[in-house]
């Protein structure tokens, strides 16, 4: 499990209305434990200025940095 103030970088992001593309990267912010799957809240990087989206995992894949 990733914590907060990782680096990542994302792979995939396929069942988002507004994705952020795959190979961004950003900053973990926050962690939500539950019971099938773990959700990161995150700041991505330049060119996205900061957006904030959460990566859930399963089905989002990262790689910490």
């Known amino acids: 499990m ?3 103030g990782d680096r990542i970088k994302l ?4 069942d988002d209305p507004h994705p952020i593309p795959p ?5 973990i ?3 939500n434990k539950l ?3 773990i959700q990161y809240d995150s700041n ?3 060119p996205h200025d ?6 859930v995992t399963p ?7």
């Open 44 to 46: 991505w990087d330049s």
């Open 29 to 31: 912010k926050s962690t």
């Open 23 to 27: 190979g961004a990267t950003g900053t």
């Open 2 to 4: 990733l914590k907060v």
């Open 50 to 55: 900061g957006r904030s989206l959460m990566v």
């Open 11 to 14: 792979l995939a992001m396929d």
């Open 35 to 37: 019971s099938e799957f």
């Open 59 to 65: 089905p989002d894949v990262m790689e910490r940095l």
